[in-house]
């Protein structure tokens, strides 16, 4: 009722950032209508799933599709729209919408899980142009399940659209089903020093699809967002490539997987300082060494700085060579080993040698282990003394992602 009262106050209002709850999304709709010269608006965390009071603004369409901004149409001043984690989200708006937008010159989309594509029209919009006359720049970030800008076979036009980046959009086969018209754009950006260009807009799109571009420059991967990467994990092309820059990766619910990390991508890793593995239900090692020449084995993993082991019940070892000798995480500061039930040690006493820096290790509701570090055969009583100098009572640093 407040939104109403303050509806007036407002009038002359250019700039607005709001989050949208299920019990606001009519009234501030209608708060939003009221807000004729805005110029700018942020929308964050919105629940806005086709409000009753506005399916005729929204052409009728079902309950069950979701769908932004149906005020947008009565805002043609604004320019910059930003709309970020709307979880609820699978269609941005509906092409009526989206030509009542004549004003806008920047659209950025991130971190909406569900988001399938931008412009959504079940009638399928043969013959119908959409043009985005003003705008210049486009980004696309953190959707995980977008399949494409716009499926309809309608014709987009961007006169004005020079910059567009596309990042984190794995599922991203092409841009618009459709002709499409974007006379000035050169190029699309994956990172500042990364971007593709293949003569168009859509062919860009398909050979990044097919070549995972849209990861360049990514530093942080849960892997089950990606499962086109799940399935290339363990072929024998490199399906992780060199300038993608990971700092933090975490393996989980890859139920097919015997090993986390195949020994060529430990070479590729190189900035990698967070490795998580989890919820893997039949991995029985962490480091798959197997093929590592021992040249290349002092060179795998150089920052790596915590390793996080959870509920993996078959996991049996770290590693499945032994190449101690030669191989070091020096960089390795924690170790996490949480609900592995089937490990019997942490490792071995050349095992352990190898992680001579740690300064925090912590082992947890692992039932079968019967000592952190078990001797190897044929040492008894001449192993060697093993010491973690570093070791801390107290978790205090913290790892540099």
Same mark, same amino acid.
């Given at each position: 009722?407040?939104?109403?009262? !303050?509806?007036?106050?407002? @009038?002359?209002?250019?700039? #607005?950032?709001?989050?949208?709850?299920?019990?606001?999304?009519?009234?501030?709709?209608?708060?939003?209508?009221?807000?004729?010269?805005?110029?700018?608006?942020?929308?964050?965390?919105?629940?806005?799933?086709?409000?009753?009071?506005?399916?005729?603004?929204?052409?009728?369409?079902?309950?069950?599709? +979701?769908?932004?901004?149906?005020?947008?149409?009565?805002?043609?001043?604004?320019?910059?729209?930003?709309?970020?984690? =709307?979880?609820?989200?699978? /269609?941005?708006?509906?092409?009526?919408?989206?030509?009542?937008?004549?004003?806008?010159?920047?659209?950025?989309?991130?971190? =909406?899980?569900?988001?399938?594509?931008?412009?959504?029209?079940? /009638?399928?919009?043969?013959?119908?142009?959409?043009?985005?006359?003003?705008?210049?720049?486009?980004?696309?970030?953190?959707?995980?399940?977008?399949?494409?800008?716009?499926?309809?076979?309608?014709?987009?036009?961007?006169?004005?659209?020079?910059?567009?980046?596309?990042?984190?959009? $794995?599922?991203? +086969?092409?841009?618009?089903?459709?002709?499409?018209?974007?006379?000035?754009?050169?190029?699309?950006?994956?990172?500042?020093?990364?971007?593709?260009? @293949?003569?168009?807009?859509?062919?860009?799109?398909?050979?990044?699809?097919?070549?995972?571009?849209?990861?360049?420059?990514?530093?942080? !991967?849960?892997?089950?967002?990606?499962?086109? #990467?799940?399935?290339?994990?363990?072929?024998?092309?490199?399906?992780?490539?060199?300038?993608?820059?990971? /700092?933090?990766?975490?393996?989980? +619910?890859? $139920?097919?997987?015997?090993?986390?990390?195949?020994?060529?991508?430990?070479?590729?890793?190189?900035?990698?300082?967070?490795?998580?593995?989890?919820?893997?239900?039949?991995?029985?090692?962490?480091?798959?060494?197997?093929?590592?020449?021992?040249?290349?084995?002092?060179?795998?993993?150089?920052?790596?700085?915590?390793?996080?082991?959870?509920?993996?019940?078959?996991?049996?070892?770290?590693?499945?060579?032994?190449?101690?000798?030669?191989?070091?995480?020096?960089?390795?500061?924690?170790?996490?080993?949480?609900? =592995?039930?089937?490990?019997?040690?942490?490792?071995?006493?050349? !095992?352990?040698?190898? #992680?001579?820096?740690?300064?925090?290790?912590?082992?947890?509701?692992?039932?079968? !282990?019967?000592?952190?570090?078990?001797?190897?055969?044929?040492?008894?009583?001449?192993?060697?003394?093993?010491?973690? $100098?570093?070791?801390?009572?107290?978790?205090?640093?913290?790892?540099?992602?």
């Amino acid at each position: 009722m407040g939104i109403f009262m !303050m509806e007036n106050s407002f @009038a002359s209002l250019v700039c #607005l950032s709001f989050v949208i709850s299920q019990e606001s999304s009519i009234s501030t709709c209608r708060f939003v209508e009221s807000l004729t010269n805005l110029e700018e608006l942020v929308v964050c965390e919105s629940y806005l799933e086709d409000p009753n009071s506005n399916e005729e603004a929204i052409e009728g369409m079902s309950h069950e599709m +979701k769908v932004i901004l149906p005020f947008s149409r009565y805002i043609r001043h604004l320019q910059t729209l930003d709309v970020s984690h =709307c979880d609820g989200l699978s /269609k941005m708006f509906t092409p009526t919408i989206a030509k009542n937008l004549v004003a806008l010159t920047k659209l950025r989309i991130s971190n =909406c899980r569900i988001l399938i594509e931008v412009i959504n029209d079940e /009638k399928g919009g043969d013959g119908r142009v959409v043009a985005f006359n003003q705008l210049k720049y486009m980004e696309l970030d953190g959707l995980t399940r977008l399949r494409s800008f716009s499926s309809g076979e309608y014709t987009l036009i961007f006169p004005l659209l020079e910059d567009i980046i596309v990042t984190r959009c $794995p599922n991203m +086969k092409f841009f618009s089903q459709g002709p499409m018209e974007a006379s000035k754009l050169k190029r699309v950006q994956v990172s500042k020093e990364v971007w593709f260009w @293949a003569g168009n807009l859509n062919i860009t799109i398909q050979n990044m699809f097919e070549e995972m571009g849209t990861l360049a420059g990514v530093e942080k !991967m849960l892997l089950s967002e990606f499962p086109g #990467l799940i399935g290339k994990w363990h072929n024998e092309l490199n399906p992780i490539k060199s300038f993608w820059q990971l /700092k933090s990766v975490v393996v989980d +619910k890859c $139920p097919s997987f015997i090993n986390a990390i195949p020994s060529r991508l430990m070479l590729v890793l190189d900035n990698l300082s967070y490795l998580q593995v989890r919820n893997c239900e039949l991995l029985e090692e962490i480091f798959d060494l197997e093929g590592l020449e021992a040249v290349e084995s002092t060179r795998v993993l150089p920052k790596l700085w915590e390793l996080n082991l959870a509920n993996l019940p078959k996991l049996r070892r770290l590693w499945n060579r032994d190449l101690q000798e030669l191989i070091h995480f020096d960089s390795l500061r924690t170790l996490i080993l949480y609900n =592995c039930s089937n490990l019997g040690h942490a490792f071995t006493p050349s !095992m352990a040698r190898c #992680l001579a820096n740690l300064e925090w290790m912590e082992i947890k509701e692992c039932g079968q !282990m019967e000592g952190v570090i078990i001797e190897e055969e044929g040492q008894g009583s001449t192993m060697e003394k093993i010491t973690f $100098p570093k070791l801390h009572d107290e978790r205090w640093n913290t790892c540099p992602i």
